[in-house]
Structures are given as structure tokens and as C-alpha cells.
């Protein structure tokens, strides 16, 4: 047990709880950043070649610039900022460290419980993102090796018979790259079009594919099993069957949820299971404990990003030290 209370132990180490920490150093707090892997590590798992949406200045933190060439930096881009903003503020910062439990005791302090040691803090931040859980389609052979939720590179995919499943981001970036390298790529859509949140210039691109049949897409269907060689699609049309060597179900990922549960933390009684948090203050029903960043909207993944909560950092770090 270490000796001293922190004023603010923020869990996550990526961008936001960075800016958190940023904001505590402003007021002179006493922090500490608990992160599970590497610094900014859901960045760090992004795809390779991965480009982002928003322009550098939106990603910037702590008043530090954020220099690119690109109009809109890469993954690698991203990481030497973040670490060079590490390198300049020297946070207080644990890695590879998990929090398994944060509870309030009676007197007010909170106790946070890691797998390496405990710690006590006035203030606790969650700032964990939503990059860690997979939301999977629950059907027959979703467990076999060759069924990937994450997309690293299109190299091991080339010559091969490759299934994406979804329409967003992930999986059009990872169908286009797939194709480029020489596979033979299939998508299955649940929806009759590719999503409008697709980024603007690659959105054109993967249309354009399927309506040349580059890219062979399955629209307003779904997978029903996959096999060792093949996988069974719904389509309006019926059931097809296609072979198939790869599938990669980029279907999204979510907050861990069961983690606020645990905390006391009230979710809405819906699907989309959004945290109860004043939107002023960013605390949530548990005084003293704060949400920051994406994992404010549950499942609703796509409406908090880097640059619209940046912002949160220093709402809270201003309430914490006006009270």
C-alpha cells in the first residue's frame, strides 16, 4: 500500500488522460496515470497504415503543436506526438499496470486495487477508451483462428479469400488494403449502403470497387456460420455460401462496461448503456469520480473522439480544484 493519497489518479494512458494530466500539473496536483499497456497503447493497435479523420491540430493536447506534413496524420505520426508530449511533460505515469478495482470507502477515499500494488486517491478519472472489448456476432465458428477482430496489416491476408464483415472505418480501410496487396475480398453488410461516417476521401474509393466488382459486397446481410474453408451469408436473396480463408469481423468494440458496473457507476437502461455523468462536471452518480473521453457515450462509440474531448480534461481537473 503506498503511503500517500493522490489528489488524482487517472486510469488510461491515452491521449485524454494525458490532457487530464496535463491540466493536474497546471494546478499542482499530486497524480498518477495507471495505464494497462503502452503509452497511447490503443493508437499503439491501430492498423499500421492507419490515417486519422481529424486534422493534427485537433489532436493536439497540452498546447503543444502537433507538426505533420499530411494534411491528417498517420498512426506513426501519432505515436511520436504523444510520446514527445510524454518526453516534455514527464507525467507520473504507470504502464503496463491494470486497475482491477476502484471502490469508495466510507471515509471518502477511494481505494484503487492494481495487479501490481494499491494505491488511495481523493479523485478518480476513468479514461479507458473503448478499444478493448470486440462486440463479437455470436455465431457458430466466430472462435476460429482464422476469424480476426483486429486488423494490423493486409500482408498476411494477400492471394488469399478474405470476408469483411461491417461498413465503417475499420473495414473499409481493411477491404481496400486487402485488395490493393492481391486478396480476394467479399463484404458483408448488415446495412443497404456503406456507412456515411466512412471518411470522405476513401468512402468514393470503396464504392467505386464494388460497383466495378473489384470487391464483391453482400448488402443487408448477414453471416450465419463460418467453416474451416467457407461461410454462410443471409442475403435478401437467400442463403449463399462462399469459400473462404479469412474473416475479418470488424463489427466494432466497446467500452468495458461490467468495469463501470463494478465502480457503482449507473449506465442508462437501454441498449446503448450511456454512463449517468453531469455533462458540466463530467462526475459521475459516485462523488468524486469522473469520466473523460469516448468511454462518456457506451455504445455509442462514435460520438466522443480525441478532439471533441480534449475539452473534458480541464472541466474536471477545474472542478476538482474548485471545490
Not at 497511447?40 to 502537433?66: H, K, Q
Not at 467500452?255 to 450511456?274: A, C, V
Request: aromatic letters at 10%; one cysteine or more.
Amino acid at each position: 500500500m503506498t503511503e500517500s493519497i493522490y489528489d488524482l489518479i487517472i486510469v488510461g494512458g491515452g491521449p485524454i488522460g494525458l490532457a487530464c494530466a496535463i491540466e493536474a500539473e497546471k494546478k499542482k496536483l499530486k497524480y498518477l496515470i495507471i495505464e494497462k499497456g503502452a503509452i497511447v497503447n490503443s493508437i499503439f493497435n491501430y492498423p499500421l497504415y492507419m490515417t486519422f479523420f481529424s486534422t493534427a491540430e485537433r489532436l493536439e493536447i497540452g498546447d503543444i503543436p502537433f507538426n505533420c506534413l499530411a494534411p491528417k496524420p498517420g498512426r506513426q505520426e501519432a505515436l511520436e506526438y504523444y510520446r514527445n508530449i510524454h518526453r516534455y511533460f514527464k507525467f507520473n505515469i504507470n504502464l503496463f499496470e491494470k486497475v482491477n478495482e476502484v471502490r469508495k470507502e466510507s471515509n471518502g477515499i477511494f481505494k484503487i486495487d492494481t495487479d501490481k500494488q494499491n494505491y488511495e486517491a481523493k479523485n478518480v478519472v476513468i479514461a479507458t477508451g473503448f478499444y478493448d472489448i470486440p462486440i463479437e456476432m455470436n455465431i457458430p465458428g466466430e472462435n476460429l483462428p482464422k476469424v480476426r477482430h483486429y486488423y494490423k496489416e493486409a500482408h498476411e491476408y494477400a492471394f488469399r479469400k478474405v470476408l469483411v464483415v461491417g461498413a465503417n472505418n475499420s473495414s473499409v480501410d481493411a477491404a481496400l488494403e486487402c485488395w490493393r496487396k492481391g486478396a480476394d475480398v467479399t463484404m458483408v453488410i448488415r446495412k443497404n449502403e456503406i456507412n456515411n461516417r466512412v471518411k470522405y476521401w476513401v468512402k468514393p474509393d470503396i464504392e467505386n470497387r464494388i460497383a466495378e466488382g473489384s470487391i464483391k459486397a453482400y448488402f443487408e446481410s448477414n453471416i450465419t456460420e463460418i467453416r474451416e474453408n467457407e461461410v454462410e451469408i443471409e442475403t435478401p436473396n437467400g442463403r449463399v455460401t462462399i469459400e473462404n480463408d479469412f474473416v475479418l469481423a470488424l463489427t466494432g468494440y466497446k467500452p468495458d462496461l461490467s468495469f463501470l458496473e463494478r465502480m457503482g457507476i449507473q449506465l442508462s437502461n437501454d441498449e446503448l448503456k450511456i454512463p449517468v455523468y453531469n455533462p458540466e462536471t463530467m462526475e459521475t452518480n459516485i462523488d468524486g469520480l469522473f469520466l473523460a473521453g469516448v468511454v462518456c457515450g457506451g455504445m455509442q462509440t462514435h460520438k466522443w473522439f480525441i478532439e471533441n474531448s480534449r475539452v473534458h480534461a480541464r472541466m474536471i481537473v477545474d472542478y476538482i480544484t474548485s471545490r
